[in-house]
């Protein structure tokens, strides 16, 4: 497997969608939900944050406003961000009323709000998402253990590597979007724990 290959798994691999999917799976496995309260989080987390976004992305794509599923053209970028915030949005008021763990509820809301974020942000450049996805989910992961591990920011150098090396995103895009993953994700993890 030459380089190139390599980078077009790891990008694959660390996609921030299937990695949503497995943070949503270790997140009722390792907080004390009852069966409900899981039951309800897999549901929600797994449905708005990997199976609408990618039912999004499929309609742009086979509707021709997108190339393919990474939405290359930063012009292109906004429509799936708005969309994915307006759904994102929807699920944070489900989650509300339907009374799910909080811990899950601030992690939604960490979801949206960074998203609303990248949305402006791709108005005039083109911060790297898989960068900035990962990041977050790292964060979140290393916040509800309580602990600070720097070998579990590997997957996020190699998500960054495959996206240089695969010409999709500059060293700047990745670096700001790393950046910009863990600091507003462990802001706002703070800021829940702290008033709610």
Same mark, same amino acid.
């Given at each position: 497997?030459?380089?190139?290959?390599?980078?077009?798994?790891?990008?694959? =691999?660390?996609? &921030?969608?299937?990695?949503? $999917?497995?943070?949503?799976?270790? *997140? @009722? !496995?390792? /907080?004390? +939900?009852?069966?409900?309260?899981?039951?309800?989080?897999?549901?929600?987390?797994?449905?708005?944050?990997?199976?609408?976004?990618?039912?999004?992305?499929?309609?742009?794509?086979?509707?021709?406003?997108?190339?393919?599923?990474?939405?290359?053209?930063?012009?292109?970028?906004?429509?799936?961000?708005?969309?994915?915030?307006?759904?994102?949005?929807?699920?944070?008021?489900?989650?509300?009323? =339907?009374?799910? &763990?909080?811990?899950?509820? $601030?992690?939604?809301?960490?979801? *949206? @709000? !960074?998203? /609303?974020? +990248?949305?402006?942000?791709?108005?005039?450049?083109?911060?790297?998402?898989?960068?900035?996805?990962?990041?977050?989910?790292?964060?979140?992961?290393?916040?509800?253990?309580?602990?600070?591990?720097?070998?579990?920011?590997?997957?996020?150098?190699?998500?960054?590597?495959?996206?240089?090396?695969?010409?999709?995103?500059?060293?700047?895009?990745?670096?700001?979007?790393?950046?910009?993953?863990?600091?507003?994700?462990?802001?706002?993890?703070?800021?829940?724990?702290?008033?709610?």
């Amino acid at each position: 497997m030459d380089k190139t290959q390599a980078a077009r798994w790891i990008s694959v =691999l660390f996609n &921030p969608l299937w990695v949503g $999917a497995l943070f949503f799976i270790w *997140l @009722v !496995n390792i /907080l004390p +939900y009852g069966q409900r309260e899981a039951v309800l989080v897999l549901i929600s987390g797994i449905l708005s944050t990997v199976v609408i976004p990618l039912a999004i992305v499929a309609v742009l794509v086979k509707s021709g406003r997108a190339e393919n599923m990474d939405v290359p053209d930063r012009k292109k970028r906004f429509l799936p961000f708005a969309l994915f915030s307006l759904e994102y949005f929807i699920f944070v008021i489900l989650n509300r009323l =339907l009374e799910l &763990p909080v811990s899950f509820q $601030a992690v939604m809301w960490v979801v *949206l @709000v !960074n998203t /609303l974020i +990248y949305a402006v942000i791709t108005l005039w450049w083109k911060v790297s998402i898989h960068a900035a996805g990962i990041a977050g989910y790292i964060v979140c992961v290393l916040w509800f253990l309580d602990l600070f591990c720097i070998l579990a920011f590997l997957p996020l150098l190699l998500t960054a590597w495959s996206r240089v090396h695969l010409k999709a995103h500059t060293l700047a895009q990745v670096i700001v979007g790393s950046i910009l993953g863990i600091a507003l994700t462990y802001f706002q993890l703070e800021y829940y724990a702290t008033y709610f």
